[in-house]
């Protein structure tokens, strides 16, 4: 099985890791979830995450074949768009977005210039497809649970899983937001564990668990399965569910769940101007 080349970029205020995967023969690439910085408070942004993206991509001479979110992020802002401006390449989501599409158009009023078809993204991945980077083959399987339209993409001997695990000493994802669900990931994880135990699990957030000085967000599917603290082998699916409920009922909302959706779910465009010439985040109020 072939091996890609794999840089990770992590972002400490956000907690989120960004990769570029690479085909070391045909000098093709990926970029997996990608960052665009955002100040809330002052509601700029700014593209310090992903112009270190894009300035390793033209150092190293690499062709951009994909810009894949693993889901519709909630905690940061996608870099989707600015990375295809700059540097070309189909932006990719799983197909089932359009079922978050459709939660969140109502919860943020988008209004009729809203499809909620996936139009905004230039493939939608269905579970099972597969595709090329580069010489390297990759795979994609619906791994629902945290939100409706996760997926994991497999690609060579790495997995890369988004938000539906974290390290073995952190755990999972949560469940509660809309249209997540606890059975679902469970089985979801379940599907991560079938693959070979050397397989490498790349994550897209690392929060440091108690004990651990270090950030990390590499891992194996042996590993997990011995040792990790929500679903360990031999865990049974409603002792997870009773797990990850309690434990949802604890955490509070990601800081930029508001702004981070409503340009998630459009590919990583702003919403569009209003008649004065600016884009506006909105803040539904006593909704979550």
């Known amino acids: ?162 938000d539906t695990l974290f390290m073995p000493d952190y755990g999972t994802a949560r469940c509660d937001f809309p249209g997540g669900d606890a059975r679902e990931l469970y089985r979801s994880i379940q599907k991560i564990y079938a693959l070979p135990d050397e397989t490498r699990i790349f994550l897209c957030h690392d929060y440091l668990a108690p004990g651990r000085d270090e950030f990390a967000w590499e891992t194996t599917v042996g590993e997990q399965k011995a040792s990790n603290i929500h679903v360990r082998a031999g865990i049974s699916e409603d002792e997870f569910v009773m797990l990850r409920a309690a434990r949802d009922k604890t955490l509070a909302m990601p800081k930029l769940i508001l702004p981070a959706v409503q340009v998630n779910m459009r590919a990583g465009n702003m919403p569009p101007p209003e008649d004065n010439g600016n884009s506006y985040l909105k803040i539904p109020v006593d909704v979550f």
């Open 1 to 162: 099985m072939k091996k890609p080349q794999i840089n990770a970029f992590f972002d400490k205020p956000t907690n989120n890791v960004s990769y570029i995967v690479i085909d070391s023969q045909s000098r093709h690439c990926a970029i997996i979830d990608s960052l665009l910085d955002y100040d809330a408070s002052a509601g700029r942004t700014n593209t310090r995450s992903a112009d270190q993206i894009i300035d390793f991509i033209h150092q190293h001479q690499l062709q951009l074949d994909w810009i894949i979110d693993t889901h519709v992020h909630a905690d940061h802002l996608s870099g989707a768009q600015y990375l295809k401006q700059q540097l070309g390449g189909r932006i990719g989501i799983g197909e089932h977005v359009v079922k978050v599409q459709a939660i969140f158009k109502d919860i943020f009023n988008a209004g009729a210039e809203f499809a909620t078809d996936g139009s905004q993204f230039d493939h939608l991945f269905r579970n099972g497809e597969t595709y090329q980077i580069g010489f390297i083959e990759a795979k994609v399987i619906h791994t629902p649970g945290h939100t409706p339209a996760c997926m994991a993409h497999i690609i060579g001997d790495a997995c890369f899983v988004g």
